[in-house]
């Protein structure tokens, strides 16, 4: 029996309250409060569950969308698998993420991006949408064959060989030209790789006084300039990951007032913490691009809030314990973040009064969407709340806080950079498609064969 | 003090009875009889994941001169060339009953961990971290420093500059100061002893950031020595990595790194009468420092060497015993 939810009293984006019905995978009504038509059978005449859910006061946001996860499937899952990472996005109020290519094997086939895809499918938290790797093996030598993994039953949109940046100028040049062929998209790593040998934090004053070697901004800025400008000769679309630095912002600002195709985005943990945190020599804290300092913060949320930096993207890196419990120079680099990412937006950009909830929407789902071109076809994603729409939805309850624990979190890594902070907001129910993938603020097991009910999709060009 | 890990951490007042049981334990050095027994049944551990012959023999002299028990935990020959991990290897000291932990590590904030990760509760002593910290070095630095140029200089009752501060003197610190935990080191607790320190280094061996430093910096040798009149000049070793690694070399050639920045007799010369020079070693003669002027009598790098063992021996005590000893009246060394 499938089963209706009525939320009642919800406010759509944080507008006026609203009873909202998921039917048979869509937003069938909303309505004025308690005026909404519900009826306990579907549209064969079959008898339904209907749940009731007494959302007053609570937020209700289209799915997040995730345009950088790393689910370490195949060849990490000691830190992280598909399952797990996805049950953790559904935890944090995804109902899409994109999965980066730097397993191993590397993503950089056919066959690989498919198998991601197939575990998505049969995990069913959320629908995983692999990215391909822009050369083979993230070697940064020769292109991969982007065509296959586009006509795939993946269907990629999204290459990138994150991790690694594309340094060869004229195979970024040929990246961005070939992708054309199917509406993709390079999202780039940009870090120019001599200007970062050996490094470990952000170059400046912290890293001066605690000597540990230094990635210093320039070695993002200078790349996103020149990829800017590679996007401009061959009229291509360019994504930028995990944007950090001021000057950064700048440079995609001043490529938009030039009408380049450039979209960016930045990581919950830049919008938040910053290169002092390296003093406790915790390797918890170590991630690339490092944390910046406090002004880049700042720009960062500048960026977001007038639309320079397009969406939020956790750059979820889950990392085994002995990846971490050693010397900073030794650990791993990066930290867990489908949990938090919508806590850190909450936090700092709009319990500031920097943002609204609709543009929490924006950041989190429609524009990560439309970057990875997952909000048309079979299984739109990142789309409005209206009836008729898939019922891809997050309840959000803004006004709970909580402490982060790492242990009660559901990605299988521990390596969060928030341990016993308080963060505002709640995710209390995710839905996708209708399902509910978290209730009561947990995780609920999909029903055995569900496949999430995402329709099966062909390759097509 | 329960740990000594960064010259930063240190108050004035920590500095100066750092330097002062320092020139306690470097009278008793003098005596027929050098072996005290401060610290007979403790364990000191020297964990030392780089080499580091001189500074692992300068802490096991001063352990075995307070009479304590010395393990030499070397990198190779044991477990960690294998691959332990750092927290095992603190687990292992942990369980072995070690009371002190001397750590050399490559890697910088590697003695912080130990010291605050909770694998362990002994006390951590910081024998060098990568490019942090290296504060014993810091303190025979300028515990040398004081001896010549307030002690033996200011023609007082005592000839070790006991009590006194370093306020009015000048240092001037010379070379690779990006890569150096002597520098940092010696930049902080110079800066909290009153003196004033001028760093001297082409740009590309100073650190971005090291404008936030208490200390003024140049990239000029010759106008810091004849101009400024330093009381004290150390010299800091170049490694000879520095200058390969083709376009990321930090300059054109040794020749030229001697020609703007060694120290010779013609630089000693631009010095005041009283100045000395340091050298924290081991040197290279030729690059950074002539022959001329390592062996002139301004260089009191030999002397390093041996208030290396005195400063070692009071950090020892002052982790190890002191609060007892506090306690217990008519105790003396």
């Known amino acids: ?461 | 003090m329960k740990h000594l890990l960064s010259t930063a951490d240190l108050s004035k007042d920590d500095a100066l009875l750092l330097l002062d049981t320092s020139a306690q334990m470097a009278a008793t050095q003098s005596r027929e009889i050098k072996k005290l027994p401060t610290l007979r049944g403790r364990t000191v551990v020297n964990l030392f994941y780089e080499d580091s012959t001189r500074t692992r023999i300068s802490f096991e002299t001063a352990a075995k001169r307070l009479s304590a028990d010395v393990i030499n935990f070397s990198a190779k020959g044991s477990s960690v060339s294998k691959g332990e991990s750092l927290k095992d290897t603190a687990l292992t000291l942990h369980a072995m009953g070690a009371d002190a932990v001397v750590v050399r590590h490559w890697a910088s904030g590697a003695p912080a961990q130990l010291a605050h990760a909770g694998w362990l509760d002994a006390a951590v002593l910081n024998a060098g971290d990568g490019t942090h910290m290296h504060p014993t070095q810091a303190l025979l630095d300028a515990f040398t420093i004081r001896r010549h140029l307030v002690g033996l200089r200011g023609g007082g009752a005592d000839r070790d500059g006991v009590g006194s501060d370093l306020a009015g003197l000048k240092v001037a610190i010379v070379g690779d100061v990006l890569h150096s935990r002597v520098a940092r080191a010696n930049v902080r607790l110079l800066h909290t002893l009153g003196a004033q320190v001028t760093l001297v280094s082409p740009p590309t061996l100073l650190p971005v950031g090291v404008e936030a430093w208490p200390c003024r910096t140049s990239y000029d040798l010759d106008a810091t020595l004849a101009d400024w009149q330093p009381d004290a000049v150390m010299m800091l070793r170049v490694q000879r990595e520095r200058m390969s690694g083709g376009s990321g070399a930090f300059f054109p050639s040794p020749l030229e790194y001697t020609r703007y920045f060694g120290l010779d007799g013609r630089r000693l010369a631009l010095l005041p009468e009283h100045a000395i020079v340091l050298h924290p070693g081991p040197m290279n003669r030729g690059l950074e420092i002539s022959a001329e002027a390592a062996d002139s009598d301004r260089a009191v790098i030999v002397e390093q060497v041996a208030n290396g063992v005195a400063v070692r021996m009071a950090a020892l005590y002052l982790l190890l015993a002191h609060t007892e000893a506090a306690h217990t009246e008519g105790t003396s060394l």
């Open chain 1, 1 to 461: 029996m499938t089963t209706t939810y009525v939320l009642r009293g919800v406010r759509p984006l944080g507008g006026d309250p609203a009873d909202v019905v998921l039917a048979g995978g869509v937003i069938a009504d909303v309505a004025a409060p308690g005026a909404a038509s519900v009826t306990d059978r579907d549209a064969a005449g079959a008898p339904v569950d209907v749940v009731e859910i007494d959302a007053t006061d609570h937020v209700l946001l289209p799915g997040l969308v995730d345009l950088h996860t790393h689910l370490r499937e195949p060849g990490r899952e000691d830190a992280e698998t598909v399952a797990s990472g996805t049950r953790a996005a559904a935890a944090g109020g995804f109902t899409a993420v994109h999965a980066m290519a730097n397993t191993s094997p590397v993503a950089d086939t056919a066959g690989v991006v498919e198998q991601v895809w197939r575990l998505g499918q049969e995990a069913g938290w959320v629908d995983v949408h692999p990215i391909g790797a822009v050369t083979v093996g993230l070697g940064g030598e020769r292109l991969a064959e982007l065509g296959a993994m586009a006509d795939s039953a993946a269907r990629v949109r999204v290459f990138s060989d994150d991790g690694k940046c594309v340094h060869d100028p004229i195979l970024m040049r040929r990246a961005l030209e070939y992708v054309k062929a199917f509406d993709g998209v390079v999202a780039q790593h940009a870090q120019e790789p001599r200007l970062t040998e050996g490094a470990q934090m952000n170059e400046g004053v912290v890293s001066a006084e605690i000597g540990l070697a230094g990635w210093p901004a320039v070695a993002e800025e200078a790349i996103i300039a020149r990829d800017v400008l590679l996007a401009e000769h061959v009229g291509s679309r360019l994504h930028v990951c995990h944007l950090s630095t001021a000057g950064s912002v700048e440079i995609v600002r001043w490529a938009k007032g030039r009408g380049i195709d450039v979209t960016a985005e930045v990581t919950p943990h830049h919008l938040i913490l910053t290169d002092d945190l390296a003093r406790t020599y915790d390797p918890t804290y170590k991630v690339n691009p490092p944390l910046r300092t406090a002004a880049d913060v700042e720009a960062v949320r500048a960026g977001l809030a007038d639309g320079t930096i397009d969406i939020v993207a956790t750059d979820h890196a889950p990392h085994t314990r002995e990846d971490k419990d050693c010397e900073w120079g030794a650990a791993a680099f990066g930290m867990t973040g489908l949990e938090t990412a919508l806590a850190v937006v909450q936090d700092t950009m709009v319990d500031t009064g920097r943002m609204t909830w609709s543009d929490v929407a924006r950041v989190l789902s429609s524009a990560p969407a439309r970057i990875g071109r997952i909000d048309t076809g079979a299984a739109p994603q990142g789309r409005p709340l209206e009836v008729g729409e898939p019922a891809n939805v997050v309840l959000v309850d803004p006004s709970a806080t909580r402490t982060v624990d790492a242990r009660a979190q559901a990605t299988a890594s521990g390596n969060t950079p928030f341990a016993g902070r308080e963060l505002p907001g709640r995710v209390v129910a995710t839905f996708l498609r209708g399902r509910a993938t978290v209730l009561d603020g947990a995780p609920v097991a999909a029903p055995a064969g569900s496949s999430a009910g995402a329709p099966t999709r062909g390759g097509h060009r």
